[in-house]
């Protein structure tokens, strides 16, 4: 299988291509343009059979990705924390775009990370909608936050006014989604049976699904929670380090963000997350600790309803 690493950018990116032991560099504008000369280099260099690895940086990846699955090859799309652990064993002391690319194309090699498929058209939308949603609750706050401490008459008339267009593409929004969901009736069951989780509420549902359209795909919950980031991280080292295990953080933030507060209720409701929250805390562990601990379940029983198609059953582990 012939490799390609690609270290993306906004404008453009650099390739680093391996084909038996010959290797070759490049770079494109990362644009249609580009995407169809690579496809011509990749040619000339009589590459028929490919897996493609870059980094999932921002949105600037989805494009190329895409591209390159739909002219069939393989493509994976690892965490940027990956490549960097990675780069930190080989003790690299320069960076470049190049040598990036390069580093993606042995790292590809050498671990040979899952398949990475597009977000079907439904799920694409869904997630802009509910992005460009919570993106705009957050605008507001900050505006209602101005609003407290303007004190000039003409400042706040138009912060009012701001808000209240605000609050109007808000309400539209939430429709926009609902509707999205009531027209697709795959994502819709799938939003019920997140909901059917106690803690999780149907906005919650809504947003994992967004987030993590691709849940149930995965090989396991704990690959899952650890793409989120929930996964603890133990820090001890000989007889003198002993930190706490705290979580991760090394995955998709927004997940985390989303999972906290509910988390929170079902401590207090979920029967099951309930009963891990007080072996953990009979144990010593920190209340953290077993915040954390529930954001993971949560996770773990979301995966559960949607690999196997079923509501969540609170009696199940019994």
């Given amino acids: 299988m012939n490799i390609l690493g690609i270290d993306i950018a906004k ?7 391996i ?40 949105i600037y990846y989805e494009a ?35 040598l990036d690319a ?10 040979r990370p899952r398949a990475w498929q597009p977000l079907a058209p439904e799920e694409r939308t869904l997630q802009a909608l509910v992005r460009h949603l919570d993106s705009l609750v957050e605008t507001r706050q900050q505006q209602l936050n101005r609003l407290e401490s303007s004190r000039d008459p003409l400042v706040t008339t138009s912060l009012e006014r701001v808000i209240a267009q ?9 429709h926009q989604i609902q509707d999205h969901l009531d027209h697709h009736a795959d994502l819709k069951r799938k939003q019920q049976l997140l909901a059917s989780i106690t803690g999780i509420g149907s906005q919650t549902a809504t947003y994992l699904l967004a987030e993590m359209p691709d849940l149930a795909d995965y090989p396991s919950a704990k690959h899952a929670a650890a793409d989120a980031g929930l996964t603890p991280a133990e820090r001890s080292s000989g007889s003198s380090v002993r930190g706490q295990p705290r979580l991760s953080k090394i995955g998709n933030p927004r997940v985390r963000k989303l999972l906290y507060f509910p988390a ?18 009979a144990q010593g562990k ?14 773990h029983l979301a995966y559960g309803v949607l690999k196997h198609n079923k509501p969540f059953d609170p009696a199940y582990a019994n």
């Fill in 64 to 98: 190329v990705a895409e591209y390159l699955y739909q002219q069939g090859y393989t493509v994976s799309v690892v965490n940027p924390w990956q490549i960097k652990a990675y780069a930190d064993s080989k003790l690299r002391r320069h960076k470049t775009d190049r």
């Fill in 19 to 58: 084909v038996g032991s010959q290797s070759y560099q490049s770079s494109f504008n990362n644009s249609p343009d580009g995407y169809s000369q690579l496809q011509q280099w990749l040619a000339q260099h009589g590459v028929r059979d490919l897996h493609a690895c870059l980094e999932a940086t921002g």
């Fill in 286 to 299: 920190p209340k953290m600790v077993a915040v954390g601990a529930a954001m993971r379940k949560l996770l």
């Fill in 264 to 281: 929170l209720a079902a401590i207090r409701y979920n029967p099951i997350i309930k009963a891990q929250r007080n072996r953990l805390l």
């Fill in 166 to 174: 605000l609050t109007l593409e808000i309400e539209q929004i939430q």
């Fill in 11 to 17: 404008k453009k990116f650099d390739v680093y291509l």
């Fill in 102 to 111: 390069r580093l993606i194309a042995d790292f590809c090699q050498k671990e």
